[in-house]
């Protein structure tokens, strides 16, 4: 796996970027890179994540994710957890843009922040602790025929309402930079090991006529608050 990271003063944006290979069929990435799947993907990185419909302030209803793997476009709740060798670092709650694309040669999620809800970096908690978040994570088959994951991340965290002191600003946009470094990483590396896991399930399912047929874990509750 290969990553980089990158930060610009100017607009204070911390880029992102990991590339892996993965030795399987680009058909069989679009139901375990659907965003909608990501909480049972990658439970360790995210709590839960749902498509939902707007409804009015701060309240949006669940959608059913009837099938994963297929386009769609629309907003998605995402509940992601900062952890490093077992330390809990922060936790966010954002509403995302979401345009899921399939196709013969390529799988790709593009992701915008909609609405940042709620942010929490080490002892500090903040609403709408986030002003940027957005990217990719984008499948294809390069000119050697190896199917190549790539995803990337452009962040910004807001100053902290409840401290407008430049220090504490400094302090906490540097403790929550490191932390989705340290995150992202990890997220991309477990993840891409699970994801071969999970179509290794899904391969073995299909050759056993018997085998029961894996669903993508749902949140339990039809209306989610930040």
């Not at 970027?17 to 399987?24: D, K, T």
């Not at 995302?96 to 915008?112: C, E, G, H, M, P």
């Amino acid at each position: 796996m290969k990553t980089s990271v990158g930060f610009d003063s100017a607009s204070s944006v911390t880029t992102l970027r990991a590339e892996v290979e993965l030795p399987v069929a680009l058909s069989e990435l679009a139901p375990v890179c659907d965003p909608r799947g990501w909480a049972s993907l990658a439970s360790g990185f995210f709590v839960e994540t749902c498509e939902v419909e707007l409804s009015n302030v701060n309240r949006f209803r669940r959608k059913p994710t009837v099938a994963l793997g297929l386009p769609w476009q629309g907003v998605l709740f995402e509940h992601v957890v900062f952890k490093v060798a077992g330390l809990h670092l922060g936790s966010f709650k954002n509403l995302l843009n979401i345009d899921f694309r399939v196709a013969k040669d390529l799988v790709q999620v593009t992701y915008s922040l909609h609405e940042a809800l709620l942010g929490r970096v080490g002892w500090y908690t903040e609403t709408g602790s986030i002003d940027v978040d957005q990217g990719y994570l984008r499948a294809e088959v390069d000119d050697a025929g190896v199917v190549r994951l790539t995803a990337l991340k452009e962040v910004r965290f807001s100053p902290l309402l409840s401290s407008p002191a430049d220090l504490r600003n400094r302090a906490y946009n540097r403790l929550a930079q490191r932390a989705s470094v340290a995150w992202f990483e990890r997220m991309v590396a477990s993840t891409s090991r699970a994801l071969l896991r999970r179509v290794a399930v899904a391969a073995d399912a299909d050759a056993d006529t018997d085998a029961v047929p894996v669903t993508p874990r749902s949140p339990s509750m039809d209306w989610v608050e930040p």
